[in-house]
């Protein structure tokens, strides 16, 4: 720089809370994720779509996730022109925006897949960013079942395609029409205040693990003391419609076909309730004549899935442990992804209804999970490393590296100022498993040393003097140069 | 959506200015150029990096990239605890807050590769979006020529990597000593005013295409009125200084050493331009010695790089077509990417000296100057289309899919509600080449009928009649079911 600026104060290099830093292992690890994911949704001609971070903030709407909060946790700014943007907080709302824009430029159904970074301006935590990758398929276009059974296979496919085995995943189906169906048969009115009543049924469902059967049944009546003290207000169902929702919390099966009859039975003359059966039924031929069986994907009614634009099959991804818990289930390390049908989210653009559905997936999390099931490969090579022994050779050093390279060995020459201390020092804080080094003398006589830096350091434990180790230099080699290759090979496949 | 909420108004589907979506052809290119660069970088033993897209504001600091504008162009917001953080403009500040920030915990040289959206509040124009992907790779910590020469080995390799032929592209290299050099020699001080005199120089430089040799010796001395009459102030250089800069400006010849010799004359006794020319030496000699000749990178004194940081070897990577202008050279398409080295960028944060040069390039630009120049592969193929003739088959048309996606090729049942002429219709504007459709009878007797779309499309512009295209059914054909990927990959092969 030049000397004309004044001297400016040392800024503290330092990121903003929630942002991270991603080390090469997760990159590559996550890049093979999303390809996993991308090579199966393309399989199945899906097509990419890219859409900017930005959008108006009136186009996002209110369709944030956390139903609570629907007017915080984005990152929002004012464009020259007043209008208000904000950072994406998923990849739902853009692709709705980008199907109402382009609607008739597009043939129906629209299937797409797309990575990329959200953004949510919450309190960030361990494992919690505030900007994170979610990668994404969605069908918009098509209002039938088939749709979704797509969706749910593709969900497991994607699974299996990451490297998880049969037993450690399971997707998870359910059905918004369903509850619904109960609700009506027992006479929870279709009105606004029907509507809070439902949200209030879902959220006591939703409490079934912590709460158990009585606490859940409390809340779907006149309500329930914590031990705290704390009182939470019922939904104030009728004894006949709270034993309903119960039965309807308990009517999943191992068996699909039993588990729709079960629903069935409960859901009566309710319309909605029989179409949101029939819709399970249609998903249960499809993955039946695909051989998806109970073990890959289920039926479960305990499945909510938070968000509120949900109006059909919703589903989740649930990872396994072999490890059983004492009623002999699987521990569960819990839900992945998830995704459903939400017929609602273009159609505000379009004020007609577009069906849509899809599955979503955290990268991140499902690689922790990939990490804790132990089901990650091995990671990268790092490259052999060329030391620079002599300055003068450095032309010489670049063309062994161009011809271990083209024998597809990753490889690198010391770019360093480094002696030649320095520079092993570096090799192995960079893990190298091989060093080349060549003086002028080798040079001359037109051979490398090879040195076995794994090797050498395991001879290094058992060898008690300096002098032995000098004398008797383990683990290296002199090789001609046009052996050079061969010896890299052949320390490498070790 | 539940019926609660009032009717709101409806936004209407938009993007803010200047941010685009990208289509299906365009992501497909693209990753598989950042794909080709990632995998050079990769064998050169450079291990990727991700960075947040926010930064502090104080941390990204003025190093923009436009130096009149130092304060504007960025995104940026307060966050809960008051500190402006700002979207990151390019991926080199944020690799330079990285670096210090784990500065001990790093093995130096650090060399690491990232390709990610870097933002600009900028007004938006034709091809000149905010949000644009750039892919680098930068070497930290090595002050020498070779990690500059491995620099300009990765452009020119990436180039090649990309699909480019040799004489569709050449890496140009300058050093910013050399003019600070002759500069020296023709006595223009160190101080603030020889700074801003150097600026001066290296604008009326940067001119020289568009006011040739006359109009760049008047900026360089007393100044210059242009055609609009307005009058631009000289550098008020001495008449010697300016014919050294001149000279300077026509130094290069396609000889690399003769154009190290040419300036060795120019930079007379001057320390800086004397190192400026060893280290032009030291990259010839590594370039020679892996092969790579003044076709693919030579040394051009016309090489300005418009970033104030750089502090030595700087270079631009020209994508030229095989058009001739009136002097037999190449016309150029214009500059894709550059670098050079930038030793100061880090220190800021560490009050020590950091080493660092790096090569950087605009995706989007590279893709559609591939484009012009014709070097882009085929696009991808689109899936093979099963109708749903009947939709008690639905399970059936899904297993068809998966048998097929099981030989490697893509496919998709329609997952839609219409009927068989509106299905074909979709198969058509998804260019699908291939639609398979099954009835009951069909299902029956085991077989599929398997249509080529393309030849039918043919077939049907040299039938006249109805009554003849009904009757012959062209590129249309019955086969038995486990006939029917044979069938499949001998219309793909055509």
Redesign the interface.
């Known amino acids: ?4 600026n004044k001297k ?1 104060l ?8 929630g ?6 292992d997760v ?2 690890a996550e ?1 093979k994720l999303i390809a996993a994911a991308f090579s199966v949704y ?15 903030a ?2 996002l ?1 209110k369709f944030l996730p956390d139903e609570d909060r629907p007017n915080t946790g984005v ?3 004012r ?1 020259d ?1 007043e ?1 208000w ?1 904000s ?1 994406r907080y998923d990849l739902t709302a853009p692709l ?3 199907v ?3 609607f008739d430029a597009l ?3 629209y ?1 797409r897949y797309q990575a990329g ?1 959200v ?1 949510r301006n919450e309190k960030p935590g361990p494992g919690r960013f505030r ?1 994170f990758v979610q990668c994404d398929a969605d ?1 918009v ?4 079942a ?2 979704d ?2 969706m749910i ?1 593709l969900a497991a496919d994607v699974m299996r395609a990451v490297g998880l085995k049969e037993g450690q995943y399971q997707v998870r189906v359910n059905n918004r029409k369903l509850l619904d169906g109960i609700l009506e048969s027992a006479g929870v009115s ?3 205040e029907g ?2 009543q ?1 949200l209030q049924v879902l959220r006591a469902i939703d409490k079934l693990d912590r709460l158990g059967s009585d606490g859940v049944e409390a809340l779907l009546g006149e309500g329930r003391e914590d031990e705290s003290g704390d009182y939470t207000k019922g939904a104030g169902l009728a004894p006949s419609a709270i034993k309903s929702v119960l039965g309807f919390t308990t009517a999943s099966s191992d068996d699909r076909g039993k588990t729709i009859s079960n629903l069935e039975k409960l859901v009566g003359n309710s319309e909605r309730g029989l179409s949101g059966c029939q819709e399970l039924t ?1 998903i249960d ?2 993955l ?3 051989g998806i069986g109970p073990d890959r994907v289920a039926f479960d009614t305990s499945i909510v899935r938070g968000l ?2 949900y ?1 059909g099959p919703v589903f989740e991804v649930e990872l396994l442990t072999d490890i059983k818990d004492r009623k002999g289930r699987p521990v569960q390390i819990g839900s992945i992804g998830g995704g459903g049908r939400y017929d ?1 989210l273009v159609s ?4 007609q209804a577009v069906p849509a559905t899809g599955f979503s997936f955290g990268v991140s999390r499902l690689l922790s999970a990939l990490e804790r099931l132990g089901a990650l490969e091995n990671k ?1 090579r ?2 052999v ?1 060329i030391s ?1 022994f002599d300055r003068s050779l ?3 050093y ?2 062994m ?2 011809d271990i ?1 083209a024998a597809g060995i ?8 480094g002696n030649i201390t320095k520079q092993m020092k ?1 090799a192995d ?2 893990g190298a498993q091989i060093a080349i080094i060549m003086g002028e003398d080798e040079h001359a006589r037109g051979e490398v040393t090879i040195k076995d830096l794994v090797l050498g350091a395991e001879m290094a434990k058992a060898i008690s003097s300096n002098e032995e180790w000098k004398s008797s230099r383990p683990a290296q080699q002199s090789v001609a140069k046009d052996q050079m290759i061969k010896v890299i090979k052949s320390i490498l496949e070790k």
Chains 1, 2 share one sequence.
């Open positions: 720089m030049s000397k004309k400016p040392r800024p503290k290099a330092r990121r903003p809370r942002f991270e830093d991603k080390s090469a990159i590559r890049a393309d399989s199945h001609g899906f097509e990419p779509l890219q859409t900017p971070a930005f959008e108006y009136d186009v709407g990152f929002a700014l464009d022109d209008q943007m950072l709705a925006r980008y109402a824009e382009n043939a129906k159904p299937r970074s953004y900007e069908s276009g098509a209002p039938g088939a749709a059974a797509e296979m279709n009105t606004e509507a809070i439902r249609d031929t499809i039946n004549s695909v509120g634009y109006t609602d505000r653009f379009r004020g990268s790092p490259p490393f620079v450095l032309g010489e670049f063309r590296a161009e390279r990753r490889a690198e020459v010391y770019v360093g100022t570096y804080r960079r």
